[in-house]
């Protein structure tokens, strides 16, 4: 019984209801029943039927122009040298000096000598292959004068016949000619151990570490530093297969180095110096194989007087992070879209024919800051570089020229204001 009764009061409200607006719908109606009816207005104001249009749109514009681009291929390694040498001595012996170029981060030139071993045992060494050689030279001279007399002695014999080799003493003489230049390469190598007390710089460069010090005993197999070359330097360069699509590296040789490029740019740059400084290099070569785990080829740039030794360059650092941008393929007869003008993913906002638009493109190139594509876009269009989160498609647009003054960011509309700025690169307004 209780819930037929809620149902009943339901159905008697919605009945009241429907009566209700009929009543209020017939003005006849509402005059017998006491009411005040202005039976001129029979309908909605024409204020009411009037429908507010689009509010006008302000923004900045930049031109969408077709033109080539060349595609900046950007990868990063690090700078490392071609050419590393851990130095040793070709002699054993005990340290008794080292120049001040074999300091750690010291440069020198190619046979500035590095560092002195003692030299006494070495001397001695010489003085003795001298000896060995003089008794050689004195027997080889005997030798030879037997050898003559051998023959005078033969002819005044009065044989008929030659002499043979033994009676003219060829094999002695032969013997002591061979003890002359034994002896004499025994005091050349005598000679190059005294010379290999000093060990001297293989090529131009610089000490990364220096190992030993005074009076320390060394032999061949010790490592007397770490040193490496300063002619150029390399960097290890990674290219993803999207970057190979666009970008075919030397492999064969003499490609002409002009096509190969690449700019250089400090990762570590202080804040607002990053790209300031270049460095130009050359890719060499690509390695033969993709990298195991990244699936990518790693080509190698060659960067010339990487210290600014013979130059006012910079000086690079072995070990440095650095940027590289290297020019790829040209794209012809296409539009560059900044990316921070995209309203939504892939699509912009342009002014067509004095209105706003949003136009959906496919891009076929992208980097961090630009997409290019060649579709959606029609000659004439003009890029809204004002941000408009809001801006209905089909508004009437206003642009903005470049020599107004935008608004201040904290400025507030007040009563009577003809127009509203938003903020600086990111609002928008309308006339009122």
Known sequence: MRILLHILIALAILGLGVGAYHVMKDPEKLEKMGFKVDKKKKGPSSAARRKPGPPMIRTRVAALVRKDHIIQLQSQGEIRTHNATSLTPQVSGRVVHYSEKFEDGAYFNQGDVLLQLETADYLTEVESAKAQLARAEASFAQEQARAKQALLNWKDAGFDEDPSDLVLRKPQLREAEANVRSAQSSLERAQRNLARTKVRAPYDGRVRKRNVGLGQQVGASTSLGEIFSTDFAEVRLPLTVRDLAYYTPPNKPGTPTEKNKVTFTSILAAAGDEGTTQWVGTILRAEGELD??????????????????????????????????????????????????????NEILVIREGMLKRVSFTP?????????????????????????????????????????????????????????????????????
Request: charged share 25%; with cysteine; glycine share 8%.
């Open 364 to 432: 076929i190139w992208s980097n961090p800051t630009t997409m290019i594509t060649r579709d959606g876009i029609e000659p004439g269009d003009l890029l809204c570089t004002t941000r408009l989160p809001y801006a209905p498609e089909g508004a009437p647009v206003e642009i903005i020229p470049e020599e107004e003054d935008e608004a201040d960011p904290n400025h507030q509309a007040k009563p009577g204001d003809s127009r509203r700025i938003g903020r600086k690169g990111g609002g928008h307004g309308h006339s009122r």
């Open 292 to 345: 195991a785990d990244s699936r990518q080829l790693f080509v190698i740039a060659r960067i010339d007087d990487p210290f600014g030794l013979k130059s006012d360059q910079p000086a690079l650092f072995i070990g440095q992070p650095v940027r590289a941008t290297i020019p790829a393929k040209t794209l012809k007869q296409v539009y560059t879209i900044p990316r921070k003008h995209l309203s939504e993913l």
